[in-house]
Structure formats: structure tokens, C-alpha cells
């Protein structure tokens, strides 16, 4: 049912010629709630108003009773409309396809390259990499692919530049350690931890997605340290005591140093 419905919402949307593409964030669609959201990009020329939206929609999107037109607009998430198929939640949004492209020069160029917030820049290049075509008779979606097939260097370079800076203030963590607070440490060493893995993804030319499922990734590239997912949550269990604070700070260290050494090998 979940895949029948999808398949002729992108039927109906393509039959607008303002949609220029439409894409799935995830490699399959979900079929049980478990699996996650129904997340579907539609790339326009211009993006049409919800009522015209909602006369495209099949029966089983527009007579949901959690159907909901135009829940936000925002520059990262679109102008969205939000339903549900067969309990899955599913987010329909919709983006200017000029604006899209722009986003993703300003970070292969370098120039927004930190976490806002709890968005990365970068992984919205992930995202397009792993991203289901399901409607893309003009290659849109194929475009963005191929600016990514070459990892972007001077992203690259620029990522591992703040890192290393961020790395290496360990002020607010000297200080939470000095005063046995936990809760100051907690924020301290996640800043740190968020430095140290985007600074790990740069050095192995993977673009960061985001903090979920990492260690799965990290697995499988070539320039980590030993047992790098294992130390990281020892880490963080030792910071959760007052009395093992600076143990957790001192195998932050050794895990950054190794990073750090890694880095400055030659590709």
C-alpha cells in the first residue's frame, strides 16, 4: 500500500511542470513506522501554493486526518506539507531548485562548513549522494550527484581547519573537569566529540551526514585509530561521573592526538 500511494503522489506531481524533480532521502521508501519518515524533496521552478498542491495529492495523503498544509517554510526544510501512509509519517517538500544549487556551491566552497544549530551543511551533500530519484526527467537530481562524485576539497581543507581549532580549546573542559561538574562537561565534550568525527570524515573524504549512525560508517574507513568507536564511548561513560572526569579528558586526548597524526599523513 505505502509504495501504491507514494507512486501516484509523484505521478500527479510530475503532471505539474513547475516540478522539475522529485527525490527520496532514503535509499527505499519505509513501509512501518519503524523504518522512519516518508522525507520527499520536489525540486521546482517555482514552487506551487498549498491549495494546488492539495488538489494533486491522492485521496489516501489529502483525506488523512493528520494531514496538514504548509506546516512551515524554511530555507533547510522547505515549504512543507506534512500527512501520513499507513502510520508512516511523511513530510512532502518542496524547494526552489536555483536556490537548492546555490546552497550547495556556498559549502563545496568552503563557506558554511559548521554545525547550525543541529544541522550540517554537509549533510544535505550526503543526503543528495544516497538520494532515490523517483521522478528526474531533467537530470536535476542526477547534477547534484555528479558535483559530488569528487569530494570537495576546499570544503575539505576548510573543515579540517575549524576542527583542529575546535579541538584543541579545551578551556571549558579543563574547567568542568577542575570543578567535578557533569553537567558542563556533558555540553563540553559533545562540542569536542562533534569536532573530533566531522574532523574524521574530512581526513577520509566522506561528507558528514550527521551524528546518526556514524560508528557504522567510521567501521568501514581506512584512516581511524584502533578501536576508535569503542575509546569514544569509554569517553563518554567516564564522563558521567564526577570522579572520572579527567580519565575522560585524558582518553579524549590520546583519541584526538591519533586523529590529529592521521590527518597529517598523505592521502
Known sequence: MVIEVIDELVRAL??????????????SIPQTAGEGDIDLFVYCGEIPEPEARKSLYPEAIRDCERYA??????????????????????????????EVVDDLESVVRGERVAREGGYYPTGRLAMFKRMMALHDETGFIEGLKRRLDAYPEVMGDRIREQCIREMQDEEDLVRACARKDVLFFHTSIDAAVDALLRYLFAINRE??????????MIDGFGRRPDRFVERLHEVLRLGTSEDSLGRSLEEYRRLREEVMALGEEPN
Open 69 to 98: 498544509p504548509r506546516v512551515f517554510v524554511d530555507a533547510r526544510w522547505g515549504d512543507s506539507d506534512y500527512s501520513e501512509v499507513n502510520g508512516i509519517a511523511t513530510w512532502i517538500m518542496y524547494f526552489r531548485a536555483d
Open 14 to 27: 510530475r503532471a505539474d511542470p513547475r516540478v522539475l524533480a522529485i527525490g527520496l532521502s532514503s535509499e
Open 207 to 216: 561528507l558528514f551526514p550527521s551524528r546518526k549512525r556514524n560508528a557504522e
